[in-house]
């Protein structure tokens, strides 16, 4: 059903009209509730538009500076992270992880590798015990656990989707290293010094900007029954253990708390800034975060398969990189192959394009069904290398 357009603000350069066509559309044909969307081409921004609504109810529009969760797309921010201090000296890619942290080493662990745990393929997709969104919230005891349990799979030869256990798992290993947990990590070398609205989990002071998650419409009881039913047991354990979705990520104790694969609260600039980093050979702006060589080996293909986890959703296999995601032959990314980047649950996106020295990020708060590859999202990609 088509929608009236609310007012789009920001800018957009001529040349990208086709991108402000496509938000707009998003609006009008693809049930948009409140989004921005933010592209930047040799670090300069060349779209940066916002609207709609930050609220079900459409009492609050959306703002430049409005907060969103944007759940998955915070994994790339949370590798970063892992990055820098691989870049460092601090940190081998290469090395078991229980070299960090020894009781990582527990169930047969000892030879996972760090560089796995970035990529998907630690074989620790999701908890085997049952383990509540409560639970979530307690990072010692979420790390307990992980580092206690055996893997789905035997470790490096296939990826499996680590939706919530990703962050937990980088995350630990950077405090073993640096003696503070990624949010701190991040805001201090990163965010903080850059000045890049981008939090894990949520300050309470910036509770007031934070928009309001909407759910897709959700699936008949026997619908969903039929749905899980095809799912294996490790996709059950990732993605439903313990089920997260708006009505948890809207609440207070979510975003007080740490789930670096999927409390990232920041704007689309944010997004697009962050990615930028990996587009642009480790520069943001005149500074330097990462060596050439280091945002280099973020894209470094782990392996194409059929993810364990995902491959019911996606009929075509895909290629982990270390902590983002390769467009690949199906154009996730765009039509560069070696573009990368990470969706959030819903439909957000941060894209990196070191080729094209083109970022993008999309925030949105109502929630999709996909995992991946959005409508709404594959739209602005779309457009956007229409323009390039």
Known sequence: MTQPVPTVHGQCDDRFAGVRAAFEENFRERGELGAAVTVLVGGETVVDLWGGWADAARSRPWEQDTLVNVWSTTKGVTALCAHLLADRGLLDLDAPVAAYWPDFAAAGKEAVLVRQLLSHRAGLAGLREPHTVAELYDWDLTCARLAATEPWWEPGTRSGYHALTFGFL????????????????????????????????????????????????????????????????????????????????????????????????GTARAVAALYGIFARQGRAGTHRVLSPQ???????????????????????????????????????????????????????????????????????????????????????VDAVYSAV
């Open 170 to 265: 980088v995350g630990e290993v950077v405090r073993r290293i640096t003696g503070q947990l990624p949010r701190d990590f991040l805001h201090q070398e990163i965010t903080g010094p850059l000045g890049i609205d981008f939090a894990i989990g949520l300050p309470e002071k910036e509770a007031g900007r934070a928009a309001e998650l909407v759910h897709a419409r959700a699936a008949r009881g026997s619908e969903q029954a039929a749905a899980f039913d095809q799912l294996p047991p490790v996709a059950l354990a990732a993605l439903l253990n313990p089920v997260a979705g708006a009505a948890e990520a809207n609440t207070p104790e979510w975003r007080a708390a740490q789930i670096p694969a999927a409390n990232g609260h």
């Open 294 to 380: 280091a945002a280099e080996r973020v894209r470094e293909g782990q392996g194409r398969c059929r993810d364990l986890v995902l491959g019911a959703g996606f009929q075509h296999d895909t290629e982990t990189a270390l902590g983002v995601w390769l467009s690949g032959t199906n154009g996730s990314y765009g039509p560069n192959p070696r573009a990368v980047g990470h969706d959030g649950f819903g439909g957000s996106c941060g894209l990196a394009d070191p080729e094209a020295d083109l970022s993008l990020g999309y925030v949105m708060n109502r929630m999709g069904p996909h995992i991946a590859d959005d409508p709404r999202k594959m739209a602005l």
